[in-house]
Structure formats: structure tokens, C-alpha cells
């Protein structure tokens, strides 16, 4: 399990899913029962408007897997309005399948099949807290939806990871529990069936991961310092820890999974090169041999395909302006090829195999459709369409999303993708720049449900992958290194701007700016050191104030201070500390003129209420327009459908008024009134 710095979610990282090439398929049109502004004459040829629920809703069905036997397919659909996990058999329709959990408060948000297909485990906090722990349900014999769920680590304030599911031993998976010391994580085998914990490594207080290898046995160790930069220790049979890969702190060196052998451990690394790439690292030597490297030179290694059936590599990937597959056999080629012909131009991604490696999930999305899911049968060459996600999005009016290039002020060269509306001239158009979360990580091509929004509302939409952005090699990614708000990884933003307002595209008094987590930082950021760009801003989980944001990184984040230190700064350094506080929009709230919308969650352990509540306040006191939402049963991003839609459509109304946008004037009154419930009164801000 993989939790991004600022990013908005927690994922489980599965070597065995790779992203493969959109479908177009036709789809219903939208009602035509939805209200619109009144729309200026030149922009009558815009599509119709799409109800924001078409963008915003809960997905009909996703996230589909197929149990490792075959026997189940598995996927996340609402049951009474809240996201849980649904059961079907293989040969079944979608109809025909049942809710096997029955969460009524929280989307379940990941799960998985345990190795034998025996067990659906997933994984659940409270109210948006991360406070993660495990359960199960055995589908073959639940009855009633969640009757039979069993909490597997029923212990209060934890963060549960998962290391392995390993296949020799289908009955237990090796976890880390931070309940000792919430820094840390110890490991542990747990036993599905009677939820009994074995110790296998118990923390010494610097690991930040673990590595099992195919057996499940706890092989590696993780850890970074200022003084010894990233470190892979190998585990002794004593517990000892030794050293045998380093590379800089400014360098990547990660895990990806052991080589059948059990001798060697697939790395991505960068060190003494500038592109991430594949190698294979010998446990007993400490030497490595390359693997593969983008074959494009172009970016940094994107991830790999692993057979279930023989644990061999058969395809690499990666993302530069779309997504490139390399498969390593015959045999995968050859369906490589056999889909690519069935669902032509579209992102491809295998999202799930059997352990004989006979079936396989195929999820296909492009710039203009969320995605679709089909069943493929690689012996019969057979695919079988399962499921649409938003099956009610009007493809045939979403708006193309282009990748591009501009230069910066200093010469460098930013990717970034542009969605322009459909329909009208790209000209003197209303801009929402929408710079990404992480922000260590980046945009890709493919469908974006806020960049299609605001496209159809008639703004041009930019996603910049600023310096400081990953996939581009360590060098791009380390001149963002402290460059935050004041430097180039806001330059970088900044230069977008005014490369669209240079090409004509952007009308220069109607630009706004909006992001998620850092992206929210960005906007602060844009709002207050460049003030003269931007007429509106809205910052959703977004730090104010640098100094606070790292005096409060979540516990289980310490092992990697020294690397959120190098990246942003470290506060108890003097120098540091006076840097992170010119860099903090917070204290520049004086320079914000262009009005402002803040939405944060109450429970957010990444970015807490602090931040969003000190820059609201900050304004307030300025008497700068500035609104507020806050929802009390969310965390880091919105999962529960009815915040997400009122949120959409506080974003919606506010960026109409101030940019001139189109936008959706009726609203259903439960909307309505949760709208209501999650706005504060700034003047009742202490």
C-alpha cells in the first residue's frame, strides 16, 4: 500500500497491473430538463449542457477484479447511495450480482481478493481520517449484504498497510500495523480465518517499508536519512539490517517486486542516470543489471506487468505525452495486439488476472470517456463487454484533450495537456488553470471529470506538469526541490498562463485557478504572488501556511522526513523556516485581491482544518471576498457523492459568477440543503 505525499487517496500498489491503448462509444444524450445561465450569443454552438451529476456522481459500477480461480468477478457499486463491494460469478450477468459489504456511512474505497479467491478483504476508516484497518467477508457464504464481515485488525488509531498476498500461503497476507508506535510499522502474518497475528519484523524505528518476496517471507527493508540518503537493507536471519543499494535522497530507488529466483529484486531507480529505470538488484552481491529504460528516452520508467502464472516480467509501460506498451513475449503481443485492434485508440490497462493467467480484466478510458470494463479470454481470444462506469456521459459532447508543449521563462520546456471547449472558437476564452495535486506526481492524458466540466461550461482547462512534477527525470523533478509558491515550480504556472493569453487562446481578465491538495496550494500561491494574473481562485484541501503543514505531517510519515525536508524545507532550520514562511500564501494574504473559495474536510490528516481555517480567516479580516465550505465527515478529497456534488456545484456557481462561465442553475433540493450544511459563516471563525 502506497500513500502520496499530498495527493488526494490511498492505493494499493499491485505489480500485476499495468496500464495497456479509448473506445468511443456512443452514449444516451442528456436530459433535457436541465437549466442553464443565460448564455451569451457567440457561445450558442457550445454543446448542451451536461448535468454536473453526469461528472460527479458515484460510477454505476467500478474497480472490477476477478478472484484468482476465476470463479467471481468483483467490483464497487453504490448500495443505498454509498459505495460497497458487489459479487457476481464468472458466468452471471452484471444484474445478477450481490452486495457482499454494507457500509452505510463511508465509500469503501479499495479491497482485494485474498490469493485463493476465498476471501474479499478491504479496507475502511472512518470519516476520511486514514486511520485504515481490514476486513473480510467470504463471498461463497455471506447472506444478507455484510453479514459476516469481520474486522481483522480491530485496533483503535492504526494505519493498516499491506505488503504481500502471498500465494503459497492463500490464508494469510503480511501487513504492517503502526499500533506500537503510530511512526512506525511493524510485520506481521495474519491469518484470515481466525484473524491471529504473527510478528515476522518488528521496527527499529527508521523503516519506512518492507519488502516480501514471492513466499511472503520479509526479505528487505526501507529507509532514508540526511546523512546515508535512500537506503535497501537486506533482512537477516538474525533481524539485522544491512545496507545493499543507497542512492541520493534526490535520487529514486524503489522495490518493485522479487524475481522468481528469489535471488534478485526488480528496482526503479535513477541512480547515476536522469530517467527511472527498470533494473534487477542481487540480494547477495548488492550488483545490478538493466532491464529496460524508456525505449523513447523520453521519461521515466512507468510500470510493469508480471504473469500471476509464473511470476515472469511480460510487459513494461510508459507515460510520456500517452502511454507506450512494451510486452516481453509472443503470447502477450499477440493480445496486445488483438485489443488493440477491438478497442483502437484508447488507454488500455490490465486491471486484473487470473493465477492461471487465462482471463483478464481490460479497463479502456480515453480524453472523452471514463471508462469502460470488458472481460477478455486470452486462450479463446474473446471480449466481452461488462460494464460502462458512466454509462449516461454524453461522449459525443466531451471536449479533446491535447497534449502540449511552452517554454518557460528560464527556457525549459513544460509538458502539460489543454482541453479546449467544443464547439466554439478557441479564442479570448475564459481559463481555469488546474496545476495537480502531489505534487510529486503528474497529469496524464486520458479523461479528466474537472477538465471535461469546465470544458463544457465553455472555459479552456490547463493542466501543467510544473518542475517538481515526477515522470520526467530527477532532474526535472529535483529543480521543484524547495521551489514552492515563490520559485519555478509556481513560475512554471505562471508561464502556462501567459503562453495561453501569448497564443490568443486565454481572455487575460478571465482566468482563474483551482486545485486539490497542492494544486489548492497553487492556487493560494497564484492568488497571492501573482495577483495580477488571476480574477478568481478555489483551493480544495490546499496548505496555507508551510511552517504548519510540516510541524503536522501525519506520524507514519516520520521515516520519511528527511525527504519532505529536502522537498519543501524543514521549519526548525532558520534559513528554512524564513524561506517557507515567504513561500506561505498565508502570509502574504494581504496581496490576495481576486475572491477566493476555500472547501477543506474536518478530518483531513494530511492538510488539517488549521490551514484552510487561518487563510479564511486571514481574509475575512482583510475584508477580501472569500467563502467558505467544510465538511465535517470528510478527509484529504471528498469520497461521499452528495459533498462531492455540493461542492461541484459551489465551485460551478462561483467560477460563473467571477469568469462568466455557463453553469447549472437547478439543483435537487437535498443538494440543496447539504450546500447549505457544509457552508460556514466566516464572521463565526474564531
Keep these: 500500500m502506497k500513500l502520496s505525499y499530498l495527493g488526494v487517496g490511498l492505493m494499493i500498489v499491485s505489480a500485476s497491473i499495468i496500464p495497456l491503448g479509448p473506445i468511443r462509444q456512443p452514449l444516451p444524450l442528456l436530459s433535457p430538463t436541465v437549466a442553464a445561465a443565460e448564455e451569451p450569443s457567440d457561445r450558442a454552438t457550445l454543446p448542451p449542457l451536461i448535468e454536473r451529476e453526469l461528472f460527479f456522481s458515484d460510477p454505476e459500477i467500478s474497480g472490477a477484479q476477478l478472484s484468482p480461480n476465476g470463479q467471481f468477478i468483483a467490483f464497487q457499486k453504490p448500495l443505498d447511495g454509498v459505495i460497497n463491494v458487489w459479487v457476481k460469478d464468472i458466468d452471471e450477468p452484471m444484474a445478477a450480482a450481490r452486495p457482499v459489504t454494507a457500509d452505510a456511512q463511508s465509500p469503501i474505497m479499495f479491497y482485494f481478493w485474498s490469493a485463493d479467491g476465498r476471501y474479499i478483504l478491504y479496507g475502511q476508516d472512518t470519516g476520511g481520517n486514514e486511520n485504515f484497518r481490514f476486513y473480510a467477508v467470504e463471498p461463497e457464504v455471506v447472506g444478507e449484504a455484510g453479514v459476516g464481515a469481520r474486522d481483522l485488525t480491530p485496533i483503535e488509531n492504526i494505519t493498516a498497510m499491506l505488503y504481500a498476498i502471498p500465494k503459497e500461503t492463500p490464508n494469510q497476507i503480511i501487513i504492517g500495523l503502526n499500533d506500537r508506535d503510530p511512526r512506525i510499522h511493524d510485520v506481521y502474518r495474519l491469518d484470515l480465518a481466525t484473524g491471529d497475528r504473527t510478528l515476522l519484523a518488528q521496527n527499529d524505528g527508521t523503516v519506512a517499508g518492507w519488502g516480501a518476496d514471492l513466499q511472503g517471507n520479509i526479505r528487505l527493508a526501507y529507509r532514508q536519512s540526511a546523512e546515508n540518503g535512500q537506503e535497501i537493507l537486506k533482512v537477516e536471519e538474525n533481524g539485522n539490517l544491512t545496507p545493499i543499494y543507497t542512492c541520493r535522497l534526490e535520487e529514486t530507488c524503489g522495490m518493485l517486486r522479487f524475481h522468481p529466483n528469489g535471488q534478485q529484486v526488480y528496482l526503479q531507480t535513477n541512480r547515476g542516470v536522469d530517467l527511472t529505470q527498470?533494473?534487477?538488484?542481487?540480494?547477495?552481491?548488492?550488483?545490478?543489471?538493466?532491464?529496460?529504460?524508456?525505449?523513447?528516452?523520453?521519461?521515466?520508467?512507468?510500470?510493469?506487468?508480471?504473469?500471476?502464472a509464473t511470476d515472469e516480467l511480460v510487459a513494461t509501460h510508459y507515460a510520456g505525452d500517452r502511454r507506450r506498451?512494451?510486452?516481453?513475449?509472443?503470447?502477450?503481443?499477440?493480445?496486445?495486439?488483438?485489443?488493440?485492434?477491438?478497442?483502437?485508440?484508447?488507454?488500455?490497462?490490465?486491471?486484473?488476472?487470473?493465477?492461471?493467467?487465462?482471463?483478464?480484466?481490460?479497463?479502456?478510458?480515453?480524453?472523452?470517456?471514463?471508462?469502460?470494463?470488458?472481460?477478455?479470454?486470452?486462450?479463446?481470444?474473446?471480449?466481452?463487454?461488462?460494464?460502462?462506469?458512466?454509462?449516461?456521459l454524453p461522449s459525443e459532447h466531451l471536449a479533446s484533450t491535447t497534449p502540449i508543449r511552452y517554454e518557460a521563462r528560464d527556457g525549459v520546456e513544460i509538458p502539460a495537456y489543454l482541453t479546449l471547449p467544443k464547439g466554439i472558437s478557441s479564442e479570448g476564452l475564459p481559463v481555469v488553470v488546474f496545476p495537480h495535486g502531489g505534487p510529486w506526481g503528474r497529469d496524464y492524458w486520458g479523461y479528466s471529470s474537472v477538465a471535461q466540466f469546465y470544458a463544457n461550461r465553455g472555459y479552456a482547462v490547463l493542466q501543467p506538469n510544473f518542475r517538481g512534477s515526477a515522470g520526467y527525470g530527477k532532474t526535472f523533478l529535483n529543480a521543484g526541490n524547495q521551489q514552492w509558491g515563490t520559485g519555478v515550480m509556481q513560475h512554471d504556472?505562471?508561464?502556462?498562463?501567459?503562453?495561453?493569453?501569448?497564443?490568443?487562446?486565454?481572455?487575460?481578465?478571465?482566468?482563474?485557478?483551482?486545485?486539490?491538495?497542492?494544486?489548492?496550494?497553487?492556487?493560494?500561491?497564484?492568488?497571492?504572488?501573482?495577483?495580477?494574473?488571476?480574477?478568481?481562485?478555489?483551493?480544495?484541501?490546499?496548505?496555507?501556511?508551510?511552517?504548519?503543514?510540516?510541524?503536522?505531517i501525519p506520524p507514519y510519515w516520520v521515516p520519511i522526513q528527511d525527504s519532505m525536508d529536502l522537498r519543501v524545507g524543514d521549519p526548525n532550520d532558520p534559513g528554512d523556516h524564513d524561506r517557507l514562511k515567504a513561500q506561505s500564501p498565508l502570509f502574504s494574504a494581504d496581496q490576495i485581491q481576486a475572491p477566493l473559495l476555500v472547501v477543506q474536510g474536518a478530518n483531513d490528516p494530511r492538510v488539517l482544518q488549521q490551514e484552510s481555517d487561518q487563510i479564511v480567516r486571514a481574509l475575512r479580516d482583510l475584508g477580501r471576498p472569500v467563502e467558505y465550505l467544510v465538511a465535517p465527515d470528510e478527509g484529504h478529497g471528498f469520497r461521499k457523492e452528495i459533498n462531492a456534488l455540493a461542492m461541484t456545484a459551489a465551485l460551478e456557481r462561483f467560477f460563473a459568477e467571477h469568469l462568466g462561465g455557463r453553469y447549472q442553475t437547478e439543483m435537487s433540493p437535498e443538494l440543496e440543503v447539504q450546500l447549505e450544511r457544509l457552508t460556514v459563516d466566516i464572521s463565526t471563525l474564531p
Excluded: C
Design 278 to 308: 527498470l533494473e534487477l538488484l542481487d540480494i547477495s552481491t548488492g550488483e545490478t543489471e538493466l532491464v529496460e529504460s524508456d525505449p523513447e528516452q523520453q521519461v521515466d520508467f512507468g510500470g510493469a506487468l508480471f504473469s500471476p
Design 325 to 392: 506498451i512494451y510486452p516481453k513475449s509472443d503470447a502477450w503481443s499477440a493480445d496486445l495486439a488483438f485489443l488493440q485492434q477491438q478497442l483502437p485508440d484508447v488507454e488500455l490497462s490490465v486491471d486484473s488476472v487470473t493465477s492461471d493467467a487465462q482471463l483478464a480484466l481490460i479497463s479502456a478510458q480515453s480524453d472523452v470517456n471514463p471508462g469502460a470494463m470488458y472481460l477478455f479470454d486470452r486462450g479463446a481470444q474473446t471480449l466481452e463487454k461488462l460494464y460502462d462506469a458512466w454509462p449516461m
Design 493 to 552: 504556472v505562471t508561464d502556462g498562463v501567459q503562453y495561453l493569453i501569448d497564443e490568443g487562446i486565454a481572455d487575460p481578465e478571465r482566468i482563474g485557478i483551482m486545485g486539490f491538495s497542492y494544486g489548492g496550494y497553487a492556487t493560494l500561491a497564484g492568488l497571492a504572488f501573482t495577483p495580477e494574473h488571476y480574477a478568481a481562485g478555489a483551493s480544495v484541501v490546499g496548505p496555507s501556511n508551510l511552517i504548519t503543514l510540516m510541524e503536522n
